[in-house]
């Protein structure tokens, strides 16, 4: 009767749990526009960039009534370790700081309109019969990353929208590209050249 009473009690405790994480996923990715709301004061409130929060919900100015859902965007777990993935296959061996630039390439393209606007769909983007990242053709991309890819995933995160707002990168030493090297160069860092 014990060990039955425990199974209970464990079982019960893990609805309740599984239950409380998915109002909480849903309260962090959803918001009602309260009054005086404005969208740059939702973006700061929430840590995310304007323009994102602008793109994902289709809404360009500052209209918005008390009670509009809005959803707020968010990096899944699994974006988190596709981009670590990314991250570590185009940055092995390079400075953290390069990590971290890449990983900010990625969302300064979601955030932009001129490229998909999810992790995944600009990870594996395939343009004019290529893929915008060399690891998804070549498989490197299924490579296990390590926890310092995922740290530099989290600080890109972190201090997404703050950067230069590069948008490519690229080995000067392993491009043959002539429309990449035309980019207005942002930054250098380790083996690294990152353009808008």
């Known amino acids: 009767m014990?060990?039955?009473k425990k199974m209970l009690l464990v079982a019960s405790l893990g609805m309740t749990l599984s239950a409380f994480q998915v109002h909480s996923v849903d309260?962090?990715?959803n918001y009602t526009v309260k009054p005086g709301d404005t969208m740059w004061k939702i973006s700061q409130r929430y840590g995310v960039p304007l323009i994102s929060l602008?793109?994902?919900?289709?809404?360009?100015d500052n209209n918005l009534y008390v009670g509009q859902r809005l959803t707020i965007p968010t990096i899944?777990?699994?974006?988190?370790?596709?981009?670590?993935?990314l991250v570590h296959a185009e940055a092995a061996g390079e400075p953290f700081s390069g990590k971290v630039a890449v990983a900010t390439v990625v969302f300064n393209r979601v955030d932009s309109s001129l490229f998909p606007n999810d992790v995944k769909s600009v990870i594996y983007q395939i343009d004019q019969g290529h893929y915008a990242f060399s690891p998804v053709q070549d498989g490197r991309i299924n490579n296990t990353p390590t926890s310092e890819d995922y740290r530099a995933v989290d600080e890109a995160i972190a201090f997404r929208g703050q950067g230069n707002g590069s948008l490519y990168f690229y080995n000067p030493q392993k491009s043959t590209s002539e429309w990449i090297f035309s980019?207005?160069?942002?930054?250098r860092i380790g083996d690294h050249v990152f353009a808008k």
């Open 2 to 4: 014990k060990i039955l």
């Open 27 to 29: 309260a962090a990715t």
């Open 54 to 60: 602008q793109k994902t919900n289709n809404e360009w």
């Open 76 to 85: 899944t777990s699994a974006e988190r370790t596709l981009l670590a993935q």
């Open 183 to 187: 980019r207005p160069v942002t930054v």
